[in-house]
């Protein structure tokens, strides 16, 4: 089981980036895709995921209405859109499967319910 993040960069505030997750290895039937990141000094946070059920997305407050999480079945992907980029987002991205999320998914913000995490991608948002 494999997953492997890509997209980050450098970009001002204001500006947009997306990023992607592959994964390899498994078959995506039965595992929800989060989406976590850790700034500097600071806890991992959660940030969105996708449901396995029928693609319901969750958002954390802080990126609901900016951020949107997709998942392309063809090419094994999930990708996190990120707009209206914050200083505040800065930080490493990881991407997390699990297969012990369920029913209304409200587990989705902990990161122990999740069993395969990639390496991390770094956003960096600044002027």
């Known amino acids: 089981l494999r997953l492997v993040e890509s997209g980050g960069g450098s970009v001002q505030p204001g500006g947009s980036l997306r990023l992607s997750c592959a994964y390899s290895?498994?078959?995506?039937?039965?595992?929800?895709i989060g989406w976590f990141r850790q700034a500097p000094k600071k806890e991992r946070e959660a940030v969105s995921c996708?449901?396995?059920?029928?693609?319901?997305?969750y958002y954390s407050e802080s990126v609901k209405g900016r951020f949107t999480i997709s998942r392309d079945i063809a090419k094994n992907t999930v990708h996190l859109r990120m707009n209206s980029l914050k200083p505040e987002d800065t930080g490493v991205y990881y991407c997390a499967a699990s297969r012990r999320l369920y029913g209304d998914y409200v587990l989705w913000k902990e990161a122990d319910e999740y069993d395969v995490w990639g390496q991390g991608t770094q956003v960096t948002v600044s002027s």
């Open positions: 290895g498994f078959s995506l039937d039965g595992y929800g």
């Open positions: 996708i449901s396995h059920y029928d693609d319901t997305p």
